[in-house]
């Protein structure tokens, strides 16, 4: 009984740190409205304002599935290019490191963030009842931040009696890299977001259940599995934008595969250098997620147009190609 108990409180803390997450960014659009709209649509052909519109955009949503759909959504109405798209797009995946990074710091005594995240909370609660609707959604956010620690405090408090589960100690412990990347694929594509997952490995690490060589690769596979709500989210739209939620994908499985054989082969090294700087096992993950993001930016950003068009050859509208090709025949029967 207490094990299903406990399960219950899991998957509470779980559900709290989503609706944490949820409230944050759901807030935050709607605050910010037309204003990052403006800000989206003023970014320019170059490619390094797009990337830090990106993240700094990404960083005050807290969700780079929602920075994306926005993006697809302004490529569709054509007031983004599919190559301004896709700078910002690289930018959402660093800006969405940030809230492993808060939550990285839950695990310092110096800086007791769940209970500070607490105490926010309930003055958000009152901000809450003002009738001026920012001061609304700013309680709102607040409430959101408090939700998400509270959450990740209820979690590990409650993960910790799995530890003697064989099954569970599988998922997160076992020796395969590929196993390892699948597992962060299909967990983040459920969940639906890349930071959740990192939130959710600090914790496990925390309580002795997950490695840092382990999350190395579940972070890869996390990258990719978020990409799933974005294409869906494109199916209904121009080609622009489902070129722009391909670039996404393609993107996050480039970087994915750049870093998945050097890893296997300098897993100890790479460990001891992040460890070096890092301080603890929780800011090691933190800071492996932001770190692998920005080389992967860095990597292909100066290689973005032949990526870009690389894109473009092979995420074609075969009914529009199609209707090209006869109206060339019967201007040539002509």
């Known amino acids: 009984m207490y094990i299903v108990e406990q399960a219950f409180l899991l998957l509470g803390g779980i559900t709290l740190f989503l609706l944490g997450l949820k409230y944050m960014s759901e807030n935050t659009e709607k605050m910010a409205g037309k204003k990052m709209k403006r800000i989206l649509q003023g970014v320019t052909r170059n490619k390094f304002l797009g990337v830090m519109t990106g993240t700094c955009v990404t960083a005050a949503v807290q969700s780079g599935i929602a920075t994306n759909i926005i993006v697809i959504g302004f490529v569709n109405l054509e007031a983004l290019t599919f190559y301004q798209a896709s700078a910002v797009i690289m930018g959402a995946n660093i800006g969405t490191t940030i809230t492993a990074q808060l939550v990285s710091l839950s695990g310092n005594s110096a800086f007791d963030i769940t209970a500070f995240g607490s105490l926010l909370a309930f003055a958000g609660f009152i901000f809450s009842f003002f009738k001026n609707e920012k001061l609304k959604c700013v309680g709102n956010i607040m409430i959101g931040f408090g939700m998400l620690f509270v959450g990740l405090e209820i979690m590990s408090d409650s993960i910790s009696c799995f530890k003697g589960f064989e099954w569970f100690r ?19 594509a459920i969940i639906q977001s890349s930071s959740a997952i990192t939130s959710i490995m600090i914790v496990l690490a925390t309580n002795g259940l997950l490695s840092f060589e382990n999350s190395m690769f579940i972070i890869l596979g996390a990258n990719i599995g978020t990409c799933l709500a974005v294409i869906i989210a494109s199916l209904n739209k121009n080609l ?13 499985v480039a970087g994915s595969l750049l870093f998945f054989i050097p890893l296997i082969l300098f897993t100890k090294d790479i460990s001891g250098a992040f460890m070096s700087f890092s301080g603890n096992l929780e800011r090691e993950i933190a800071n492996f997620h932001t770190l692998f993001n920005i080389a ?18 092979t995420v074609n509208d075969k009914e529009s190609k199609k209707d090209k090709n006869q109206k060339n025949q019967r201007f040539a029967a002509k």
């Open 170 to 188: 599988n998922i997160f412990l076992v020796d395969n890299p590929l196993v390892l990347l699948l597992n962060g694929l299909f967990i983040t």
């Open 240 to 252: 622009g934008a489902r070129r722009a939620a391909a670039f996404n994908l393609y993107f996050n």
């Open 296 to 313: 992967v930016t860095l990597i292909i950003l100066p290689f973005l147009k032949p990526f870009t068009r690389f894109i473009e050859l």
